[in-house]
């Protein structure tokens, strides 16, 4: 009898513990997830890479060491029968240009500063993407369930037209009317179910699973036109700003390299000490003079300075096409908030008839139908203000997602209502 009240309270505990909600995610949790997106861990890692090969372009090539023989006869090989055979060890080490390896380097950590901004903007649109897709599931999600409560309609539609038949009034035509809109609202439905399957996807692909979590809040940011608050603009200018080394680099390349060799000799005494001395020691310093270059240097300067002029020809093009891109992107935005508002006024204005065409119906002045067909009508705009406040979330998180720290800057405000 004890074992059977155990078994019955740990089923119970069982039963307790699975119907509790598994431990809910935040939005900021899914941020925080998207920051360790493969987009963006790839990009950082890119970025280290060029920081590491920055380091690397400071350091001096590997020396070279030998070892050999000098002057050694062919006919009777022997370190003491003449005099300049010798024993060899040495090295060499080349000091290329360290203005050269300076101006290299530095252009590497410009590459890596780029990258960095790259991830951050990366990091910026996956947000945007989250943000777009938790808009546009609950919106389908929304009219999913508003076409099934217009079919529910649909059906007392049909009944109600049988009724009025038994009566004697000729609504056939009506019968047909209900099939062809009932239809359309089915075939929305089927796609609605493809988009649903479609963002569940793409939630997949973001952040490994379809979240259950409310939608948050998007401000309508103001940008203040400048081009260096753009994530596009800025990344281009960094391109400027890596040509600008290319041409330190050309330029440097007018100064000397360096070298130095070693050699140490060990020599042989001879028989009876015929060659008696000192084993030899040799040192070499070694400068590079720019003699042609006329044919190389040169060349390459004027190629670098061509493509510093390509890189700020490049970033106003960039700049010219965002300040287009924002404008389309807050006039889309502020389209879609007022739309928002034409359809909220509708529905209301729809609810309204609605509530007229009901208190008729009840004192026997109008028929069912009537109220039905309003009814269908509301759910079409509830419908509508489903997918256009989708579309206003959808480009406000777009329109923030261009801009360098929307969510942190003190000076970007919201628009004041």
Known sequence: MRNKHHTIIFTALFALLASMPAHAETFEAY??????????????????????????????PDPMFMI???????????????????????????????AAREAKSE????????????????????????????????????????????????????????????????????FSEVDVERAEAERKLNDLDARLASIEAEFIRLIDNVPDIKLPEVPDMVWNKSPTALYPVMIAAEDID????????????????????????????????????DDWFSIQAQISIPLWADSNQKPKLKAARERERSAKFAYDDVRRLW????????????????????????????????????????????????VLLAKIDRLNIQAQLAAVKEMHISRAAEFNSNIIGAYQEPALQEVSE
Do not use: C
Request: a positive charge; glycine letters at 8%; aromatic letters at 8%.
């Open 107 to 174: 252009r590497y950590e410009q590459m890596s500063e780029k990258q960095k901004l790259m991830a951050d903007y990366t990091n910026a649109r996956l947000r945007f993407m989250l943000i777009s897709k938790l808009a546009e599931y609950e919106s389908v999600k929304t009219q999913k369930k508003l076409i099934k409560t217009q079919l529910g309609h649909y059906k007392e539609l049909e009944n109600t037209f049988k009724g009025q038949i038994e009566s004697g009034r000729a609504v056939y035509q009506r």
């Open 242 to 277: 890596i040509a600008e080394k290319g041409v330190g680099i050309a330029d440097a390349a007018f100064l000397p390299n360096f070298g130095i060799n070693a050699v140490y000799k060990q020599r042989e005494d001879g028989e009876r000490g015929s060659f008696s001395g």
């Open 323 to 370: 300040d287009k891109q924002m404008t389309a992107l807050q006039s889309n935005r502020d389209a879609a908030a007022k739309n928002v508002k034409v359809l909220q006024d509708k529905d209301w204005a729809m609810k309204k008839k609605i509530d007229a065409a009901q208190r008729n119906y009840e004192a026997g002045t109008e028929n069912l139908d009537s």
């Open 68 to 98: 050999g023989v000098d002057n050694m006869p062919i006919s009777d090989p022997a370190f003491d029968r003449f005099l300049p055979t010798s024993k060899v060890i040495g090295f060499s080490q080349s000091i290329p240009n360290p």
């Open 31 to 60: 941020v925080k997830r998207l920051s360790e997106h493969p987009q963006v861990e790839s990009i950082l890692a890119g970025s280290e890479a060029l920081k590491s090969q920055a380091e690397g372009e400071l350091g001096l």
